[in-house]
């Protein structure tokens, strides 16, 4: 079997450095890569079943600089050309010098170059040094693949004969290169498509170009804002992916998994850029971040922090991304039904991304509203091209099949119904004014209801989640008055035809709590 995903890998990885050493040679970008997209696709159809060469590097320079000849001599000026490639042509392209380090650097910021427009210089540089595809670029930019065919062709041209070579003004192109990065990074933390969740070699470029830009710019905020957000984001890789590769969202994480040195990294490179000027972007992103990724927990998660800091975003980036994840934020701190209305406000804005349906299928699970709920996963899964996205949204709408309003026939509505627990968790309960606790370990936000019994059911439930308990504390079994109640209250079964059992979606008022006697089993 073709061993097709580690060559995409190292194709990926040398790509900008082979067309950077091939412009700094020759000269004549838009032939140039041209000449290295040949290479590529070669070498894609030759290495799986060959075996990659001694010197890949050396392998991919040596057939692109064949192409290139090949079209330099096919212009006008035939002669001229071919002898000034014979005279700069390696005599052993295997054993070629390599690219110095900072060629990757030079061709990043040729591909900003400001005679291009902010968007073509993006493409352009996603394209040249990213190695994305013009569909996935299409996909980032919510535009058409043609279109972006076009725009990328139109770039090539504009740069033709552009001096290569970093240079002097740095700060005319940095802000479209950092955005540039920023789009990169993304890419490869959350493919747009393919079978996997991350690329993450094309994520390892994007932060290996932005220690590159931070070494030779440290004093500049926003970049080392941009080297922060990715440390910060980057840290979580390994506890977004389950055993077979499935997505685990944030609140689900094993945040023991996440890489602790990165996020110290991170949030010493934002503590200083935000202690030396007014925050940009970049470092905004960054501490909102680094409020994920210093909280012990999701539910010790400081909500209302990260909104404020949404707030201060938004104002100085009043974009739609921007406007949706604050959204999420307002949802946190002010309810879920308040998240729907600031979603409605932009969702039109936002294209045809599954993002909005997604944020709008958890918004509405939170609310109690299961059926609209799941109409927005099933849209959302349909819209993406991500594998693994695809299957978590529709394994979120499939736990939200259709509930039986009414209680069962043998319950009236207004009986209670019970909740077994620690004492020490609903002692803590009755200081806080609520309790936020489903089954034995999980909380209300990480299983996403508070799981409930009728009477006859008590024993069976206590007997499965606390047969073998031995803590310190006593049990107790909470009598809730349905009546009391803020939050949605649905019966459920673990699989189709099976018996149900009272769950409750959201957080329960004590004073919901009419009775409290000690579990003695």
Not at 73 to 89: F, I, P
Not at 307 to 326: D, I, M, Q, T
Request: aromatic letters at 6%.
């Amino acid at each position: 079997m073709r061993d097709t995903t580690g060559t995409e890998d190292l194709l990926r990885r040398h790509a900008p450095q082979v067309l950077g050493a091939l412009v700094r040679r020759y000269g004549h970008f838009d032939t140039a890569e041209d000449a290295v997209q040949e290479a590529l696709l070669a070498a894609a159809r030759q290495w799986p079943e060959h075996g990659v060469p001694e010197n890949p590097r050396g392998w991919l320079i040596r057939v692109a600089s064949r192409r290139l000849t090949d079209a330099l001599r096919s212009e006008e000026a035939r002669r001229v050309r071919e002898e000034k490639a014979a005279a700069l042509a390696p005599r052993d392209p295997y054993t070629a010098e390599p690219p110095r380090e900072d060629d990757t650097l030079s061709l990043l910021f040729l591909c900003c170059h400001p005679e291009l427009t902010p968007p073509a210089q993006i493409a352009l540089t996603l394209r040249a040094v990213g190695g994305l595809t013009t569909a996935e670029i299409a996909r980032a930019y919510l535009v058409p693949e043609a279109t972006m065919a076009q725009r990328i062709s139109r770039a090539k041209a504009k740069v033709r004969g552009v001096r290569f070579g970093r240079p002097d003004n740095w700060a005319e192109r940095l802000p479209a290169v950092l955005h540039t990065l920023y789009l990169i990074f993304n890419e490869g933390y959350t493919a747009t498509s393919g079978p996997s969740l991350t690329r993450r070699e094309l994520a390892g470029e994007a932060v290996r170009l932005t220690r590159a830009v931070h070494r030779l710019l440290p004093e500049v905020g926003e970049v080392a804002g941009l080297l922060a957000l990715m440390l910060l984001t980057d840290a979580r890789r390994a506890a977004r992916t389950g055993p077979h590769g499935e997505l685990v969202p944030l609140d689900e994480q094993d945040r023991e998994r996440w890489d602790k040195a990165a996020i110290e990294e991170g949030v010493a490179l934002v503590t200083r850029a935000l202690s030396q000027g007014p925050a940009g972007p970049y470092q905004l992103r960054a501490a909102i971040a680094a409020v994920h990724d210093e909280a012990p927990s999701a539910r010790a998660t400081d909500w209302h922090e990260i909104l404020g800091l949404y707030e201060v975003l938004v104002r100085l980036v009043p974009g739609p991304v921007e406007r949706l994840n604050r959204a999420v934020a307002v949802a946190m701190v002010d309810g879920p039904r308040a998240g729907l209305a600031e979603l409605d406000l932009v969702a039109d804005e936002l294209g045809e991304g599954h993002r909005p349906d997604a944020v709008r299928g958890h918004l509405l699970e939170r609310a109690g509203e299961f059926t609209a709920a799941r109409a927005a996963y099933e849209s959302a899964a349909a819209r993406t091209l991500s594998l693994p996205e695809q299957r978590y949204l529709r394994a979120r709408a499939a736990r939200l099949r259709p509930y039986r309003a009414p209680m069962p026939e043998d319950e009236p509505t207004t009986a209670p119904i019970l909740h077994i627990t620690e004492r020490a968790l609903w002692d803590a309960a009755r200081e806080r004014g609520v309790y936020e606790w489903s089954t034995r370990g999980r909380t209300l936000q990480e299983e996403g209801f508070i799981h409930c019994s009728t009477r006859a059911q008590l024993p069976r439930v206590a007997a499965f989640l606390y047969g073998s308990y031995d803590g310190p504390d006593d049990l107790v079994v909470l009598e809730v008055d349905p009546g009391r109640l803020g939050a949605p209250l649905k019966y459920e079964a673990p699989e189709p035809g099976g018996e149900e059992f009272p769950h409750i979606y959201g957080p329960i008022p004590v004073d919901a709590v009419v009775g409290v006697e000690t579990w003695a089993g």
